[in-house]
C-alpha cells in the first residue's frame, strides 16, 4: 500500500458524487466512464491493486489482444482511468454505511469517504478447503496462486486441485517449473474451457487424479514444509498420499461482498443481488459490478462491462436528483 498517500489523507472526510470500491476491470471500467461524464470519480483499490488478473500470466481472451499479460492489462487500464480523470487512491474500505446519506465509507488510513452514488466492484477472492493442515502450511507449501509462488518448485512435485479454468491454468503454468504436476478433481470431468483440458491432457507433466478429494496436508516442521497430500477416492474410499513439495488450492472464488452482507440482499452464497439488466441494488444509489454480483460469467470483459453499465446507471440517477 502507498504509505505516502494513507499519510497525506490520514483522518480526512473526502465528498464525491461517486465512490467506486475496487480496483478490477468492473472498477477501472466504471471509473473511466464515469470521468468521461463528469463526475469526478473517486475509486479506492483495495489490497489487490488491479484485481485477480494481476496473479495470473497470459490472458487470451480480453478482446483486441490475443496475447496480454494480466498484470500488464491491469496497469494499462489503471492509466486509462487516470488519463480520463479518475483520481485513484490506495486505500481500503473497512466499513460502509449505505442507510444513510450521503453514503459512507470508512478507509484503513483514516480517511472517511461521503458519497452520493457508490459502485460496488470488489470482485472475488479465492477460496480454500478449509482443512487445518491446509491453514497450518500456508505460506510453507500451500498456496492459491501459482503465478505468485510457482517460482519456488523449480525442479520439484507439486499438486493442483480444481476442475475449473484457474485449476487447469494453473496446473499447466506449473509446469514451466514443477517435474510434475497432479491435478486432483472430485468428479471425472472438468469444467473449464475444452480449449484448456486439450492443453492439459496433451501435457506430459500433468497427471489427473479423478473422484478424489484431499482430507490432509502432510508435512514437517521446524520450517514447515510441505511433503504430501493425502486423498481419498470419492468412488472406492481408497486412500493414497500423492508426494509434493507444493499443494495450489484452485477450487473458485467467492464475492467479496463482506462490506455489504447486512445491507443489500445476496444470491447464490454471497453474490451482490441487482436489477436484471440493471447494475442497481435494492439501494437507490448503489449500484455492483463484476464477479460481486455475478456467479455465472465471471470474466474480466464481462466485468468491464458491468463497470460500464454501473457508471451510466449512477450517471442517470444523480441526473434524476
Ligand atoms: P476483481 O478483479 O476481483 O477485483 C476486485 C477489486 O476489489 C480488487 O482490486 C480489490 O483490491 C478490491 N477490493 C476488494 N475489497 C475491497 C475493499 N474492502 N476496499 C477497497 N477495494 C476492495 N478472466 C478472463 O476473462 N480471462 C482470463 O484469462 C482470466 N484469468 C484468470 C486467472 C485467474 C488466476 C483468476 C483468479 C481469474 C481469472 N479470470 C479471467 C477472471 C477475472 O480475473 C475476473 O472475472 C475479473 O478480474 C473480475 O473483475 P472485478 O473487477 O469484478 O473484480
Ligand atoms: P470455478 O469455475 O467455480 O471452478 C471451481 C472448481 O473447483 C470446480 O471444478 C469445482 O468442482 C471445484 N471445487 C469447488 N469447491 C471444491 C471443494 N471444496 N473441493 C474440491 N473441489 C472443489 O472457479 P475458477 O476455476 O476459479 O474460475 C472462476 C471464474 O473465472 C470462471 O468463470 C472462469 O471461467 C474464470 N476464469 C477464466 C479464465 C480464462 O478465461 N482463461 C481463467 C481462470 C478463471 P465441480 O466442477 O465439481 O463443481
Redesign the pocket.
Known sequence: MNTEILGDTMGETRHTKVLIIGSGPAGYTAAVYASRAMLNPILVQGMQPGG?LTI?TE???WPGDSHVQGPDLMVRMEEHARAMGAEIISDYITSLDLQNRPFTAKADSGTTFTADAVILATG?Q??W??LPTEEKFKGFGVSACATCDGFFYRGKEVVV?????????EALFLTNFATKVTLI???DS????KI?QDRLFKHPKIEMQWNS??TEVLGSENPNSVTAVRTRNLITGDVKDVPCHGFFV????APASELVKDQLPLHNGGYVEVEAGTTRTAIPGVFAAG?LTDH????AVTSAGMGCMAALDAERFLAGQ
Do not use: C, S
Not at 486441485?161 to 491454468?169: K, W
Not at 472438468?190 to 474451457?193: I, P
Not at 484452485?250 to 472464488?253: E, N, P, V
Not at 455465472?296 to 470474466?299: C, G, H, T
Open positions: 485477480q495470473t490472458v487470451e481472451n472475488a479465492a477460496k478447503l478449509g486441485i480444481g476442475g475449473g479454468n484457474t485449476a487447469v491454468e478433481h472430485r468428479r472438468l469444467r473449464a474451457e484448456m478429494e484431499v484452485a477450487i473458485g472464488h464477479d455465472v460469467y465471471r470474466q
